[in-house]
């Protein structure tokens, strides 16, 4: 259940990545999928917010979506924050609804091998239980001593 990823593996991922799904965003600012999500938003990354339960409010400059079908467009990662049980039709909808889909992403708890197969028997590539936020502060060195970055992000979008 921990496979590894080369540094170079996931950097490339990250470089290539402009447009990510969030599946499962709160709008609870101290929620992991919050502040990750803002993260990357800062970042530079465009962030469609996914929840049906927060769809019409606005997070980081977006307005929070229902389903990955109502997302206009393609997008690069799909980044899962749903239980693991979750993650087989997240993965089916997103392989169905973007041809160009090259990152399923589940969060550090997230695991579903069966789903992670079939992505990549689509050419998709997969990462699970890894969290994107702390994988691109560890290697574009933004990690201070620790692991932690310690900065504080005060700003809201």
Known sequence: MNEQY?????KDILTRTKRIAVVGVSMN???PS???????KLKGFE????????AGKQAFGQTVVASLGDIEG????VDIFRRSDHVPPIVDEALELFPGLQTIWMQIGVWHEDAA?????????VIMNRCPKIEYQR???????????????????
């Not at 080369?6 to 996931?10: A, G, P, V």
């Not at 393609?74 to 990662?77: L, T």
């Open 6 to 10: 080369s540094d170079r593996y996931l």
């Open 29 to 31: 600012e101290v929620r």
């Open 34 to 40: 919050f502040y990750v999500a803002r993260y990357l």
């Open 47 to 54: 962030v469609i917010p996914v929840n049906p339960g927060h």
């Open 74 to 77: 393609e997008v690069d990662m």
């Open 117 to 125: 197969e079939k992505a990549r028997s689509h050419g998709v590539d």
């Open 139 to 157: 290697l574009f060195g933004e990690l201070r001593m620790g692991g932690f970055n310690t900065g504080v992000i005060s700003s809201k979008l």
